[in-house]
């Protein structure tokens, strides 16, 4: 089953002390992200010519692009038969944001659990945001979607 991660955005709400995305450090400059026209039209290009099966959307934080729904949607009616994801922290997941990806084209999330003490996650992530991973978490599977739940070793 092939298939591939887009990185929609390099920019993320979350400062992880184990962060492996480049363009973290300080002089690092951000590489430049596609309009959602030109993101979608690449991302059917590619999926077509590819025979991929399945895409996620990941960044950075995805959910920090402008336009991601736009892109789901337009991906989703060219290329139905490949399986949409969202790889995301979780943080910016909210009741409207998940059901308006969901209607796009959504089938699958990866939300990480870095730690099930607050005070490591927020050592490791720079933010008090385990409760609105959990959050996340459940609001993924009160809607009966696939739920992948990664963890940093």
């Given at each position: 089953?092939?298939?591939?991660?887009?990185?929609?955005t390099p920019h993320c709400n979350l400062a992880c002390a184990f962060c492996y995305n480049t363009w973290r450090a300080p002089d690092a400059p951000h590489p430049p992200t596609l309009a959602p026209d030109a993101?979608?039209?690449?991302?059917v290009r590619v999926s077509?010519?590819?025979?991929?099966?399945w895409i996620t959307f990941a960044?950075?934080?995805?959910?920090?692009?402008?336009?991601?729904?736009?892109?789901?949607?337009?991906?989703?009616?060219?290329?139905?038969?490949?399986?949409?994801?969202?790889?995301?922290?979780g943080t910016?997941?909210?009741?409207?944001?998940?059901?308006?990806?969901?209607?796009?084209?959504?089938?699958?999330?990866?939300l990480p659990?870095?730690?099930?003490?607050?005070e490591r996650y927020r050592m490791l992530t720079g933010v008090d945001?385990?409760?609105?991973?959990?959050?996340?978490?459940t609001r993924v599977k009160s809607r009966r979607l696939s739920l992948t739940v990664a963890s940093v070793l």
């Amino acid at each position: 089953m092939p298939g591939f991660i887009c990185e929609v955005t390099p920019h993320c709400n979350l400062a992880c002390a184990f962060c492996y995305n480049t363009w973290r450090a300080p002089d690092a400059p951000h590489p430049p992200t596609l309009a959602p026209d030109a993101l979608s039209a690449l991302l059917v290009r590619v999926s077509t010519e590819s025979d991929a099966s399945w895409i996620t959307f990941a960044g950075g934080e995805p959910l920090l692009y402008d336009g991601l729904e736009h892109v789901v949607a337009s991906v989703h009616h060219a290329v139905p038969q490949v399986r949409l994801g969202l790889a995301t922290n979780g943080t910016l997941l909210t009741d409207e944001k998940l059901d308006s990806l969901v209607r796009a084209g959504i089938r699958h999330v990866e939300l990480p659990l870095f730690s099930a003490s607050e005070e490591r996650y927020r050592m490791l992530t720079g933010v008090d945001a385990l409760t609105a991973a959990r959050m996340a978490m459940t609001r993924v599977k009160s809607r009966r979607l696939s739920l992948t739940v990664a963890s940093v070793l």
